[in-house]
Protein backbone atom coordinates (compact mmCIF):
# COMPACT_ATOMS: atom_id res chain seq x y z
CA UNK A 1 0.00 0.00 0.00
CA UNK A 2 3.00 2.25 0.47
CA UNK A 3 4.22 4.15 -2.14
CA UNK A 4 0.88 3.44 -4.39
CA UNK A 5 -0.27 7.19 -4.75
CA UNK A 6 2.80 8.75 -6.41
CA UNK A 7 0.45 11.97 -7.32
CA UNK A 8 2.27 15.06 -5.49
CA UNK A 9 -0.16 17.46 -7.38
CA UNK A 10 -2.21 17.83 -4.22
CA UNK A 11 0.91 19.25 -2.48
CA UNK A 12 1.50 22.90 -2.36
CA UNK A 13 4.57 24.65 -3.45
CA UNK A 14 4.10 28.06 -1.33
CA UNK A 15 3.30 28.93 2.13
CA UNK A 16 2.51 31.87 3.72
CA UNK A 17 4.51 32.43 7.03
CA UNK A 18 4.77 35.43 8.56
CA UNK A 19 3.10 37.66 5.79
CA UNK A 20 5.71 36.48 3.56
CA UNK A 21 5.45 33.87 0.62
CA UNK A 22 7.82 31.20 1.24
CA UNK A 23 8.80 28.75 -1.78
CA UNK A 24 11.88 27.27 -0.84
CA UNK A 25 11.85 24.14 0.31
CA UNK A 26 13.90 24.44 3.13
CA UNK A 27 12.79 27.57 4.38
CA UNK A 28 9.15 25.58 3.84
CA UNK A 29 10.78 22.79 6.56
CA UNK A 30 12.30 25.16 8.78
CA UNK A 31 9.06 27.04 9.22
CA UNK A 32 6.91 23.86 9.96
CA UNK A 33 9.75 22.38 12.46
CA UNK A 34 9.96 25.44 14.20
CA UNK A 35 5.96 25.91 14.87
CA UNK A 36 6.18 22.03 15.61
CA UNK A 37 8.88 22.22 17.94
CA UNK A 38 7.30 25.24 19.72
CA UNK A 39 3.52 24.52 19.89
CA UNK A 40 3.56 23.04 22.79
CA UNK A 41 5.43 25.11 24.82
CA UNK A 42 3.66 28.21 23.50
CA UNK A 43 0.33 26.78 24.45
CA UNK A 44 1.96 25.33 28.07
CA UNK A 45 2.71 28.67 28.87
CA UNK A 46 -0.80 30.32 28.57
CA UNK A 47 -2.32 28.23 30.85
CA UNK A 48 -2.33 30.32 34.42
CA UNK A 49 -1.30 28.94 37.49
CA UNK A 50 -3.05 27.10 39.93
CA UNK A 51 -3.93 28.66 43.09
CA UNK A 52 -4.46 25.54 44.87
CA UNK A 53 -2.35 23.04 46.50
CA UNK A 54 -2.35 19.81 44.37
CA UNK A 55 -2.96 17.94 47.97
CA UNK A 56 -5.91 20.05 48.36
CA UNK A 57 -7.53 17.28 45.98
CA UNK A 58 -6.79 14.31 48.22
CA UNK A 59 -8.42 15.08 50.82
CA UNK A 60 -10.91 12.11 51.31
CA UNK A 61 -7.43 9.94 51.35
CA UNK A 62 -5.73 8.58 54.59
CA UNK A 63 -2.97 10.24 55.46
CA UNK A 64 0.15 8.23 54.20
CA UNK A 65 3.96 8.27 55.93
CA UNK A 66 5.78 9.86 53.29
CA UNK A 67 8.88 8.54 54.02
CA UNK A 68 7.84 4.95 53.32
CA UNK A 69 8.03 3.24 50.21
CA UNK A 70 5.16 1.51 50.37
CA UNK A 71 2.89 1.37 47.54
CA UNK A 72 -0.78 0.88 48.10
CA UNK A 73 -4.20 0.54 46.38
CA UNK A 74 -5.69 4.60 45.60
CA UNK A 75 -8.61 4.69 48.30
CA UNK A 76 -9.31 8.07 47.22
CA UNK A 77 -13.41 8.83 47.60
Known amino acids: ?6 DKSGIP ?3 KHNN ?4 DPYQISTA ?3 FFTNV ?3 HATAIP ?3 KQ ?3 YLQNCP ?6 MFNEPNRCK
Open 63 to 68: KRNLNS
Open 1 to 6: MIGKNN
Open 32 to 34: FCN
Open 54 to 56: FTS
Open 13 to 15: LHF
Open 20 to 23: AIIK
Open 49 to 51: QSK
Open 40 to 42: GPN
